[in-house]
């Protein structure tokens, strides 16, 4: 058998308090896409930062090999003249310049000493269009959408001529069009012998897409499979080291007095003004106690922008009328919002959910504080009782950190969100918004946060919840709203409902 272009033999890393690697074995080879995929924790974007020298020769054990001979990568650019193109979570774009200067950004053409931005405009639109990429190449990466932005990204990879490309999480900003683009191109490339490491908790799009599939858990090696060989389930069970009875909780078993007549929360006429034509238009619906709401539409529909303009965190003017228990309320802020028993899990856990530099106990109070008794009283915070309602949420919503006093950056994406949860419902909310709560996290963590959400609507909370996936939509919500370009183009209680049903009034049918 040829020799694989990229060999990783027995890595093993360690962290303060933590190993996050132990004795991995993981091989690639060229024209090939292998899936790595496993839950948030498992090590998979440890393994891939040691092979971008993010994480340096020095700094683990074990060996690296390209084409068969050993690497001692010391800085990232050791990895990339190896023709190594790694695609973190995390953007790599500077916002404020364009997207052509962002494919270049390092590596730009130049004469004589002086760059030669007509051939860096010429090249990019060239490279563009050979991979079918519809981007204005003058527009500046920050007035672009988090799935064009993506795409930038991948294109600056492209532009490498990278022999192998890793991509973590490539697809979760992506609507449906843009995952067909980006799979499109990874075939393209396979075909021209570039190798592909494709990390995604969208296990449909392992089948869809990948050659093999290599499995890590709690930082070790499971298993290395062939896609042809392995099912959706038996991914699952080795994912998460046990059988996932449902992913999905049972609706069914709930007491129908809790999804009663009370109305927790009731909108009528939202719009936005001055754009044209405006973000939201003639919005009215309602949430009853208990009730689980699913808010569904293309990218681009205005459902963040719904949740956020009712929780008060909207940065421009609307009109209309919102309903709090019947009271006519109107939230000049968040802070409003939280006092009236309403919480909001943003889309972007990382920008507005968490202060990633903090550690796990400010973040889970930071919402509760200078509101709970307990916590403060004049103004002083009492750090016992913060520690100790800090660890019943831990434990209580089973976060895996090593302490509470680790920063939240260093957590895994699924128990970040977990900490996020853990804010919310410190606050006791009677309406929670969940806007895209399980984009990025594993399996194992999307179970654990359905059954939480289902026993949140079980004890009377009244839920809206907000998500790309279809699925998640279907498995969780008593009702569904359809949302296109700020309208309401459909409701539906979720009876025999399917997905074309919500796919038709998406498009606007």
Known sequence: MAVPLLSMQSITKDFPGVRALDDVNFEVHSGEIHALCGENGAGKSTLIKILGAVHPYGTYDGKLLIDGAEQHFRHVRDAENSGIAVLHQELALIPEMTVAENIYLGKEPQRFGIIDRERLYNDAGTLLAQFGLDIPLHGQVYKLGIGQQQLVEIAKALSRDARMLV???????????????????LTQLRNEGVACIYITHKLKEIFRIADRVTVLRDGKTVETQSIGECTEDLLISQMVGRELTALYPDREHFASSTRGEDVALQVEDLCTYPTEPPQLENISFEVRRGEILGIAGLMGAGRTELINTIFGAYSGMWKGKVYRDGMNVQFRSPKDAIRKGMALVSEDRKQYGL?????????MTLSSLGESKELTALGVINRRVEHQKSSESVDTLSIKTPTLDVPVRQLSGGNQQKVVLGKWLMTRPKVLFLDEPTRGIDVGAKAEIHALTAQLADDGVAIVLVSSELPEI?????????????RITGEFTNDNLTQEDILRCAAGT
């Open 167 to 185: 991509l973590d999480e490539p697809t979760a900003a992506l609507t449906e069009s843009e995952v067909d683009i980006l799979h499109r191109i």
């Open 355 to 363: 202060i990633l530099d903090n550690n796990v106990v400010h973040n």
């Open 474 to 486: 279907l498995g969780m919500s008593d009702r569904v709203l359809v949302l296109h370009e700020g």
